[in-house]
């Protein structure tokens, strides 16, 4: 009789939640690279630029570090120091999978079961040196470089090519590292 009665309720749910999440009106597809090579992606990578957001909320030199896992997932364990580099060091571990294995470039992430996000590669240079990622409903967005630093010509032609794939990158922060 429990699980009768959770059936409506999970089903309205469900039904929200793909409403709710649907790609914004107007804005055409979100477009990604044409093919990821996995292990060369895997590594450490320093956050250059970000949409900001609560989970990442004071967060400084912040580093994503992807490690392939057995079964084909990937372990994904960001670091950022808060609000300072001198701040307190925090950590999430949690796991990403190809949702689409022709290209590998659409990823599904999760922190915390039952919630995971869309992690799409829309640009990744030819020496895996730099990256833009985003999610097709155009919330989340991040600049990640294999350096702390990124010269201000690509990370212009990086905020461009979000502005053309339909991004408002009004409230981009750039995120601070130390470049010692």
Known sequence: MFCHSLGPLVLSLVFICSCASGVRQGVPPLRVVPRVDLNRYLGAWHEI???????????????????????????????CRKNSLEGELSTARGKAWVVDPETNAKLKVRFFWPFSGDYWIMYLDQQYRYVLVGDPDRKYLWILCREKTLDEPTYMMLLQKATDSGYDIADIIRVEHDCD
């Open 49 to 79: 630029a970000r949409f900001p957001h609560r989970f990442q909320e004071g967060c400084v030199a912040t580093q994503a570090t992807y490690t392939l896992l057995e079964g084909g997932k990937i372990e994904v364990l960001n670091q």
